[in-house]
Nanobody, 124 residues
Framework: QVQLVESGGGLVQAGGSLRLSCAAS????????MGWFRQAPGKEREFVAT????????RYADPVKGRFTISRDNAKSTVYLQMNSQKPDDTALYYC?????????????????WGQGTQVTVSS
């Protein structure tokens, strides 16, 4: 079992920045690729970013490319999502997820463990 707890969400003005954190406990964090997903009100959950087990490979959804950066610190069992130049469309509940594989995935069904989410609201 892996327990995931997100933090760092909040209210930010358009153009601002936030950094989300996801702390993992339980099994060895470095055994898991990690991903960030988000769900806006009235919409389905969607892929945001993913990072490989080693941290060497990352992938981003088109709407966040060039603005968001995913990273991880295996010594701290934590994955991060740095969000810059935020837009109102980034408003959503953000989830981190763990996948028992070396590589991340854009598909949420390929992740075994999920956090409860942290709310991000971007005002215009």
């Amino acid at each position: 079992q892996v327990q995931l707890v997100e933090s760092g969400g909040g209210l930010v003005q358009a153009g601002g920045s936030l950094r989300l954190s996801c702390a993992a406990s339980g099994r060895t964090f470095s055994s898991y690729a990690m991903g960030w997903f988000r769900q806006a009100p009235g919409k389905e959950r969607e892929f945001v970013a993913t990072i490989s087990r080693s941290g060497g490979l990352t992938r981003y959804a088109d709407p966040v490319k060039g603005r968001f950066t995913i990273s991880r610190d295996n010594a701290k069992s934590t994955v991060y999502l740095q969000m810059n130049s935020q837009k109102p469309d980034d408003t959503a509940l953000y989830y981190c997820a763990a996948r028992g594989s070396s590589m991340g995935s854009v598909y949420e069904y390929e992740y075994e463990y999920w956090g409860q989410g942290t709310q991000v609201t971007v005002s215009s």
